[in-house]
Nanobody, 116 residues
């Protein structure tokens, strides 16, 4: 089992920044991918960004150039730096841990609200 604890959500105005953190604990070994997904009301959950243990990153087109995902492997923690936030970035952000055998674990989510 893997447990994920997210933090860093909140209310910001358009153009401001937020940094999300997700700390993983439990049975962490081998290759894995960690990432952030978001879900807005009435919409499907979508990938925002992901990073492999080796540091390879992937971003949704809508956040490229504004969001940066990074990780601290020693702490089993992944970060999402979100700059120049837009109202359409609002939603509940979920941390995901995908194990080497494609088993997925999810955090409880953290709310991001972007509003003036």
């Amino acid at each position: 089992q893997v447990q994920l604890v997210e933090s860093g959500g909140g209310l910001v105005q358009p153009g401001e920044s937020l940094r999300l953190s997700c700390a993983a604990s439990g049975s962490i070994f081998g290759g894995y991918t960690m990432g952030w997904y978001r879900q807005a009301p009435g919409k499907q959950r979508e990938l925002v960004a992901s990073i492999t243990r080796g540091g390879r990153t992937n971003y949704a087109d809508s956040v490229k150039g504004r969001f940066t995902i990074s990780s601290d492997n020693a702490k089993n923690t992944v970060y999402l730096q979100m700059n120049t936030l837009r109202p359409e970035d609002a939603g509940r952000y979920y941390c995901n841990y995908r194990r080497y055998d494609s088993v997925n674990y999810w955090g409880q989510g953290t709310q991001v609200t972007v509003s003036s």
